[in-house]
């Protein structure tokens, strides 16, 4: 019986070498950066702007309903805060934290099916494709959802229940 020998078809062997070469970085090495483009600004649960209505009223009105000034909500203050407290540390750390009941990692990424039925229809309504949105959980009840693009995390969602996707009771 004869060995076969492979058969060169095409020399690819070549004297070029690259003038530069790019040093390509994991987003697990990089801080987090926000963006808000496609956060949810208008659900009465989920939204990422502050809930309280911010109005300046009439002290001299008796019945308490004139009101002089409305100003326009913000960015929720405990949403802000723990973003710029999470911005000095890598994705690889917030995504490695563990902890908690389940003793799982605090923040990952959560198939579309599994959160609960309003926010499958309201992912739905925003015109969200993705198969799966990145929780980034900021306290015990506190969660952030959102799509994680390289190392930066669009913010969709302000979850201040923990209701979006409600651990699984053990």
């Given at each position: ?43 009465k649960d989920w939204s990422v702007l502050d809930s309280f ?63 609960i039925k309003s926010a499958q229809d309201r992912a739905t ?46």
């Amino acid at each position: 019986m004869s060995a076969k020998v492979p058969v060169i078809a095409v020399d690819v062997s070549s004297n070029k070498t690259p003038r530069s070469t790019e040093k390509v970085e994991s987003s697990y090495h990089m801080s987090p950066s926000w963006r808000f483009s496609r956060a949810d600004t208008e659900h009465k649960d989920w939204s990422v702007l502050d809930s309280f209505n911010d109005v300046v009223e009439d002290p001299n009105d008796a019945s308490g309903t004139a009101i002089l000034h409305q100003f326009s909500k913000s960015i929720d203050h405990v949403l802000l805060d723990a973003l710029k407290a999470r911005e000095s540390t890598t994705w690889g750390a917030l995504a490695t934290a563990s902890g908690g009941r389940t003793r799982g990692t605090n923040s990952h990424h959560i198939p579309m099916h599994e959160l609960i039925k309003s926010a499958q229809d309201r992912a739905t309504q925003l015109g969200i494709v993705e198969d799966e949105l990145f929780s980034l959980r900021l306290d015990g009840t506190h969660r952030v959802f959102g799509v994680l693009e390289d190392s930066v995390f669009n913010v969709i969602w302000f979850d201040r229940k923990h209701e979006i996707c409600p651990p699984a009771k053990r």
